[in-house]
């Protein structure tokens, strides 16, 4: 699971005579990752493709082009079938003709609908001023100019003009029509001038005689007819869609294999009657691959296993001497030439790393799109995915610890899982159906259903007789040892989840390099963490550690207290180490720093960073307590809140059924306080105002769930996991081959 699978780079040798078997059989297959060859080698050039390759590209563009005018999709695919080089040539040339001719129909249309619509627009302002369209041109002494613009501005600067002696002025909701005499010795262009810094924007009068209402209705006539003709033509192109979409995504398949077989041989290396192939395979599938060559074309292609990619200590790539019975291979040319392959050897195409095939059981896969938000792993290190599988959605769960949210979150993820076809919507529905488990199970431990302590009651109080349920989130105050405790258990499970870290990246470091690498690099980082909170955890030792820390986890009384209050949550008798083990930890961390520095003295200048990274996980606790102090708050408001007893033993009660008064009795406790008396007893006016807050509170509290609690452990996950050892930049595995949907060989 922390490594991908483990890869092999084969070789295909071969006559020229062969290769459009060779490639055919390849292809079927789908497990090579071809290599492409770069010319390296003297004597060999890039293969040409298979003849047919143009064509068959150009059909494809055509096949595509079509499908994108008729807005093809998969889900217009219908049953498998048999696509013949014959239905290419006849059906498809049919197709192609139907929808140009209804596409250029469409087109035209579309573009004398434009027209129409432009004309609407021009003419609509002058059918709002109600002059006709030929009184407002063809005048020897008049000016006329109409626009839009505020009347008043317009008519004193036109009366305010030099050179116009007599002015009319027309308006209707901000339409001017202004009708001005020139003087005989004014510009021509006087009426324009006098407008020019008022807010008028002048409009051309359209080519038209008569009423402009007229016109706009002839207009808004011919609009609906184009519009009907458009219709008409885009339900004959629907029509073409449904008899032609399964044909076409089955032809669009056909010439994809088609181009990618007929062009395979530019990625090979090619003489006149010979040809090699290179790429990568996973190394299991090695004998399969062999063998179905062999079955092909017999001895006339050699397959050889040239390389086989794992890791040791000096960061090489192992190149084992993997071919069966002599050292070399031979594969004959129907030229008569020979071309070696060798078995073992390290001549290859191209040094390339191998591709990763991440190699996570099906639980896991879901939660590789999170690895691969970052960046795929690279061959040579760990994929963290199956660490995101343990911690992410306890991380989350925790966070929101809910029942009934958390059954909401798995229903959510169910639909995306069930009703998607994309494999993006498909992982985050996994991801997201175990975030609602786990949030599911923490809701449970923590007794609460949508903020309510439903749960609490009547499951760990009514039916096994506890005195509280296991967990509590720490909002009231004869619970707040529970919120520190939460604080404290954030800063361990962030020290664990970093020594997993530092821990891949001092086995990454061996692996690659050497043990002293790996004790510089990465082991000093482990002795500065553990180090430095050993002695942090040392009551004797360091006297800034708040007491609380040494009580929640104590029960014997041995520990400090620091307020009567902070009593032991849970009794596990841990109150500190001892001040001998403090000393050696605090020993570890300087020795952990010396090293640092003699190994990378350009980070030592972040050895704080053991520190300060366990520290941020105690945004879990603050996260918890937010999103706590929500849901209680959205329950305040509809059900109101009384309180029983005082001072740390005080408790809250959520008036479900009815809210007593202050001074008596609920299971043997005095109500104290009425904090709210709560919208649903507020009679029934404020009851519908109470429906809306509390079904808008909780949407509210379930959608800021992802984008608090999710965020916030995503980023724990990226920037204080990964970045202790994770690198990514590895390459997909896509190996020559088609995965077939709408069309079949048989």
């Not at 620091?562 to 032991?568: K, L, S, T, V, Y």
């Not at 709210?676 to 519908?688: C, D, K, R, T, Y």
């Amino acid at each position: 699971m922390l490594r991908p699978e483990q890869m092999s780079k084969v070789s295909v040798t071969g006559s020229k005579g062969v290769m459009d078997d060779v490639v055919e059989t390849v292809h079927d297959c789908n497990l090579l990752h071809v290599t492409e060859y770069d010319g390296s080698w003297d004597g060999f050039q890039p293969g040409n493709p298979i003849d047919g390759a143009e064509t068959a590209s150009e059909k494809l563009v055509t096949v595509r082009s079509i499908e994108s005018i008729l807005d093809v999709d998969a889900e217009d695919a219908g049953p498998t079938r048999i696509v013949t080089d014959e239905a290419l040539e006849e059906e498809l040339g049919e197709i192609r003709e139907r929808v140009n001719e209804l596409e250029d129909r469409r087109d035209e249309i579309r573009t004398e609908l434009g027209d129409v619509e432009e004309q609407i627009a021009a003419v609509e302002p002058f059918a709002t001023l109600g002059i006709d369209l030929d009184l407002l041109s063809g005048y020897d002494t008049l000016d006329v100019i109409v626009g839009e613009g505020k009347r008043e501005a317009v008519e004193r600067a036109v009366v305010d003009a030099d050179g116009i002696d007599a002015v009319g002025i027309f308006s209707e909701d901000d339409i001017v029509a202004v009708f001005a005499r020139p003087a005989e010795t004014a510009d021509d262009d006087v009426l324009t001038d006098a407008l020019v810094g008022v807010d008028f924007t002048a409009l051309e009068v359209p080519d038209a005689e008569g009423a402009p209402e007229e016109y706009v209705t002839e207009l808004e006539h011919r609009q609906q007819q184009l519009e009907n003709k458009r219709r008409t033509v885009e339900n004959e192109l629907e029509e073409v869609k449904l008899d032609a979409a399964g044909f076409l995504l089955a032809a669009e398949e056909k010439l994809s294999i088609d181009v990618q077989k007929r062009e395979a041989p530019l990625s090979f290396a090619t003489t006149d009657n010979a040809f090699v192939a290179e790429g990568w395979i996973p190394t299991e599938e090695y004998t399969d691959f062999a063998a179905a060559i062999t079955d092909a074309v017999g001895d006339h292609a050699e397959v050889e296993e040239l390389e086989r990619a794992a890791f040791k200590s000096d960061g090489s790539e192992v190149h084992e001497d993997v071919s069966a019975g002599s050292a070399e291979g031979t594969a004959a040319t129907d030229g008569g030439d020979e071309i070696r392959a060798d078995g073992g050897g390290n001549v290859v195409m191209r040094d390339d790393s191998p591709p990763v095939i991440p190699n996570n059981p099906g639980v896991v896969k879901p939660f590789e799109i999170l690895t691969q938000a970052v960046s795929r792993p690279k061959y040579d290190e760990f994929d963290p995915t199956v660490v995101l599988f343990l911690t992410f959605p306890a991380f989350f769960g925790f966070m929101i610890g809910d029942l009934g949210y958390g059954a909401l979150y798995t229903l959510i993820g169910y639909y995306l899982y069930s009703n998607f076809d994309g494999d993006a919507f498909k992982s985050m529905g996994g991801v997201t159906i175990f975030a609602g488990l786990f949030t599911m199970l923490f809701g449970i431990l923590y007794g609460e259903f949508f903020g309510l302590h439903l749960i609490a009651t009547y499951f760990w109080e009514g039916a096994l007789g506890l005195a509280h349920p296991p967990m509590e989130k720490g909002l009231s105050p004869a619970g707040q040892s529970y919120a520190l405790t939460w604080l404290v258990v954030s800063i361990l499970v962030g020290i664990l989840h970093l020594n997993v870290g530092y821990v891949f990246d001092f086995v990454e470091n061996l692996e690659l390099h050497d043990a002293k690498h790996a004790l510089f690099e990465s082991g000093s980082w482990i002795l500065m963490l553990n180090g430095l909170w050993i002695a942090i955890l040392s009551p004797d030792l360091v006297g800034a550690t708040p007491d609380f820390v040494f009580t929640i986890f104590d029960g014997t009384g041995a520990a400090p207290e620091g307020a009567e209050a902070i009593h032991a949550t849970y009794a596990l008798g841990f109150n500190g180490f001892p001040q001998i083990v403090g000393l050696l930890a605090l020993g570890a961390f300087f020795l952990g720093l010396i090293l640092l520095v003699v190994g990378e003295p350009v980070e030592a200048i972040e050895f704080l960073n053991v520190l300060v990274n366990a520290l941020s996980y105690t945004r879990i606790a603050a996260v918890l307590l937010a999103k706590a102090g929500m849901a209680f708050t959205v329950n305040l408001l509809f059900f109101g809140v009384y309180v029983t007893g005082e001072g740390p033993e005080a408790a809250f009660h959520f008036g479900l059924g009815h809210m007593p008064e202050v001074g008596s009795m609920y299971h043997g406790h005095e109500v104290t306080e009425i904090m709210f008396g709560g919208l649903v007893h507020s009679g029934p006016a404020m009851l519908i105002v109470g429906l809306l807050v509390l079904v808008l509170g909780h949407a509210l509290v379930l959608a800021l769930g992802v984008t608090s609690a999710g965020l916030q452990a995503v980023r724990l996950e990226y920037v204080e996991f990964f970045g202790k050892f994770y690198g990514g930049g590895g390459r997909e595995y896509e190996p020559f081959g088609y995965e077939r949907r709408y069309t079949t060989e048989d």
